[in-house]
């Protein structure tokens, strides 16, 4: 975990895929998103997902489940 220059915590999941939990229009949001590079920036790209913190905690309690359905196939 870091916190980067806007005051996010992001995390890196793997290459340009990234999560990061940001603050937009007063709501806070868990952002898993690509990002692409541009002008030696990391910009964020279009393929991606907010969810909003009830939606976090929904998939954190069903996380477990589907680990175990990902296991079985």
């Known amino acids: 975990m870091k916190?980067?220059?806007e005051?996010?915590?992001?995390?890196?999941l793997e290459g340009t895929k990234a999560?990061?939990?940001?603050?937009?229009k007063g709501k806070i949001y868990v952002?898993?998103?690509e990002y692409y590079e541009k002008n030696g920036k990391l910009l964020p790209g279009k393929k991606g997902i907010a969810?909003?913190?009830s939606q976090w905690r929904?998939?954190?309690e069903?996380?477990?489940e589907v680990d175990d359905?990902?296991?079985s196939l």
Do not use: H, M, P, Q
């Open 3 to 5: 916190k980067n220059a």
């Open 7 to 12: 005051g996010e915590y992001e995390w890196e």
């Open 19 to 24: 999560v990061k939990v940001r603050e937009f």
């Open 31 to 33: 952002d898993i998103r």
């Open 51 to 53: 969810l909003t913190v």
């Open 58 to 60: 929904k998939l954190n």
């Open 62 to 64: 069903i996380a477990g």
């Open 69 to 71: 359905v990902v296991s």
